[in-house]
């Protein structure tokens, strides 16, 4: 068994730690900070954001700059809050359960949860160490990523990817329990550990045949979701729509969107979908992944948004938007990359 984890890693690029993805490319990524003379010369790219959507910037501020309605009604919780507080603020919002909770500023999925009741509710209020969103559980059948960037002083952008995402899950055949379903899936062995501690009260329980079992609802990537290429539907309808959402917020230049809808077809419509997230400078083209690429392709795909990104800071800074300095920035990715870690530990070992 060991040796079959070891050969499906090894032969699946995109199980790869990030770091091991990444650092061959790190020579070009240093490049472009020595040609903008900052290690931050991508905080001019979406100005708006806390460090320009890199790493760190809270959903508050992403989701204050979108246009009304396109997101999930949403209200802000300080930890510091009493139970009885907290009770108030949901009926007075009018978010009923089931309602979806996650960290303000979060990454990756963590410590993102669905949550149908109120004790479920304070269960994780009292973990929580720092802020956190209430909202409204979007129910749409469908999550897709799309991947959008418009240089300054333009009105068209480009859309480069467009992928669905699927959920970490498992299928019941009537004989297996869920720890064995769980340990047969070749998706779920690189993170065995972390499923058997999350869903510790079930993994004795015998799932029916043909019964789907979600494992995690985050849909990341890196919290095992699966994501599956739409570029085929890429067209001029779907570009409108994220070319009047980027000229609304006027500084969303470069990132990629997450997007709850009905349909495809819906979503390029403009009705029944709800943005999720919109993640700057640091956002991976998922596209990546999905469409069979394989990992000296993917490399390709990077190197050319790593171009737009470094294009975009030059006409931003031309336009009097400072790079961030030295001290600034290190001290703020400091601070995320430790509330981050908190959180990480905080979703394994949480089972709300």
Known sequence: ????????????????????????????????????????????????????????????????????????????????????????????????????????????????????????????????????????????????????????????????????????????????TLGELIDHYPRTSFRLQEMKMKHAGRLTAIIPSGTVYILSYALNLSRGGKLVSLEHEKDDRLLQIFDDISLYTKHFYYGRYDIKCASVESLKEGKDFSILEFNGTGAEPHHIYGNGNNLFQAYAIILQHWKVLYRISVLNRRRGIECWDYKRGKSFLKSAKAHFKILKKLDIETNV
Request: hydrophobic share 40%.
């Open 1 to 176: 068994m060991q040796v079959k984890k070891i050969v499906y890693r090894i032969t699946h690029w995109e199980t790869w730690p990030y770091l091991a993805k990444y650092i061959p490319l790190a020579p070009i990524w240093l490049w472009y900070c020595f040609k903008a003379r900052s290690f931050w010369f991508f905080t001019p790219v979406n100005p708006t954001l806390e460090f320009g959507g890199f790493e760190g910037e809270t959903k508050k501020e992403m989701y204050e700059q979108l246009p009304p309605g396109v997101c999930p009604v949403s209200i802000y919780i300080d930890p510091s809050m009493d139970c009885s507080q907290l009770e108030r603020k949901i009926k007075e919002s009018g978010i009923s359960y089931p309602l979806a909770v996650k960290p303000d500023k979060g990454m990756m999925g963590f410590m993102f949860r669905k949550i149908t009741s109120l004790a479920e509710l304070i269960s994780y209020h009292e973990k929580m160490p720092s802020n956190y969103i209430v909202q409204q559980l979007i129910v749409y059948p469908l999550e897709v990523s799309v991947f959008y960037y418009r240089f300054p002083g333009e009105e068209k952008g480009t859309i480069t990817g467009f992928v669905k995402k699927e959920y970490l899950q498992v299928v019941g055949d009537g004989r297996c």
